[in-house]
């Protein structure tokens, strides 16, 4: 037997011309392991990536059959019997099914590929992104099997479909359509086998990713995709008639079509009293309309309508910007801009510091900057209740829109006033009515609350 990554006699002096070409198409790699092996009966070739494969299910699965207890008729039983041995008649692929992690075997003239990819993952994960007080805390895994075994064993309804796919030409990623035969928009399945077909794709290693390129839209200004981590969540959207894409090495999947109450929905809301969640609801919408407008309502208020308030706050607000020596615009960019450093800081920084070294930073930088008279302290007030009220938004890619957003408003606050401000929550308003995820209104209610819906899939 050759050993694995070394120089092979069969390779380099004719040998088998199947494992010749393949290590020619290979481009002869060192990490590649081409052996031949002879039990005295017969000789098997085989071509794989060590680092790919499980070494340890490829002795058990093969090499210990073929040659401490090999039986012909039994070893041909097993070929044919064994799931994980696949008989290649197109052999135009054996490059392919090798970069995937399989073995390539040839035996008697006939070529298998033998599935034996290494798991690294044996587990589930747990929720670190989307955390629930109640319910489940597993989360999906980077391995598609798991996830797949998390999402059957929830929905184990027989109704349920899934497709396997592959995209990326240089990725190769395995992919699974998961949805509900009964309850799925047949218009909605077909227009993603469309995107998906008409995609041109190289890489595919996350959910978002995937999710940008089969958006339809090239720059929404909303995500049309949702992206989660939680089974429970894709349970529940799998009743309501969505789609979900699962991908081999991300811990997210994708879920289609979506409308703008899907990201303002938290699992907790299904687990907590009713007149609870829709406090929790009330409060998140709140939250929204604060972080959105309040940045732009100070500029405007303070620089063109003072006359809003009651005359005690109006002199409140002046006294505090007495010391301030720009207008009101320079002073909230200065303090967004803080804020906003803050919040990536806390993200990019290592996971046990980051929170501390975000809070100390806030607090030290805002009483700072108000006592050198750089901003006025309601402006420290209207900071810190745009900042909180972005992070109550329960999805973050929703929430990386509206903070994106609430420059908008800003921008014309400065050159229009309050007039600005409400003109534009309008034209936001019919920007969104607008925005279509695989043809559904983005603005429509929740599918399993559509009583409709059905009569229109059917």
Known sequence: MAA???????????????????????????????ETIDNGYWTMEL???????????????????????????????????????????????????????????SLEGTVYSFD?????????????????????????????????????SSYNDSSLAIEYRRLGDISNTRISLVYDKKLVNESVRKELDRRLSAADLKLVQAAGELGKKIAGSKRPLFPLTLVTERPDRITMLLKRGKIVIVI????????????????????????????MSRALLLLRYLSLFLTLTLPAAYISIVSYNPEIFRVQLTLSIAGSRLVVPYPSFIEVFIMLFMIEALTEASLRLPRYIGSTAATVGGLILG????????VSSIMI????????????????????????????????????????VVVTFFMLVVYVSGLRSFG???????LAKNKGFKQKAG
Not at 249 to 259: D, I, K, N, W, Y
Not at 261 to 272: G, K, L, P, T, V
Not at 411 to 417: L, R, T
Request: aromatic letters at 12%; proline letters at 6%; charged letters at 20%.
């Open 4 to 34: 694995c990554g070394q120089p092979n006699g069969n390779r380099r002096n004719g040998g088998f011309h199947l494992l010749n070409r393949l290590v020619a198409e290979l481009n002869d790699p060192d990490d590649l392991c081409s």
């Open 47 to 105: 071509v794989y990536f060590p680092a790919l494969c499980d070494e340890a299910f490829i002795k058990d699965g093969l090499l210990v059959p073929f040659s401490y207890r090999f039986d012909p008729d039994e070893f041909r039983r097993m070929l044919k019997a064994n799931p994980k041995f696949v008989k290649q008649d197109d052999r135009s692929d054996l490059k392919k099914h090798v970069l995937q992690g399989k073995v390539i075997l």
């Open 116 to 152: 034996a990819i290494r798991k690294l993952i044996t587990k589930p994960d747990t929720a670190q992104v989307e955390t629930a007080l109640q319910g489940p805390y597993s989360a999906l895994a980077e391995d598609l099997d798991i996830n797949l075994y998390l999402i059957r």
């Open 248 to 275: 081999d090495g991300s811990r997210f999947a994708l879920v289609l079509p979506v409308c703008f109450s899907d990201f303002m929905h938290a699992m907790d809301d299904e687990y907590e009293m009713f007149w």
């Open 367 to 374: 009483q700072a900057v108000q006592q050198a008279g750089l």
């Open 381 to 420: 007030i209207v900071t810190s209740v745009v900042a909180i009220s972005n992070f109550v938004i329960p999805n973050s890619t929703f929430s990386y829109a509206i903070r994106f957003a609430k420059y908008i408003f800003v921008a014309a606050a400065i050159f229009f006033g309050t007039v600005g």
């Open 440 to 446: 559904e209104p983005y603005l429509t209610l929740p």
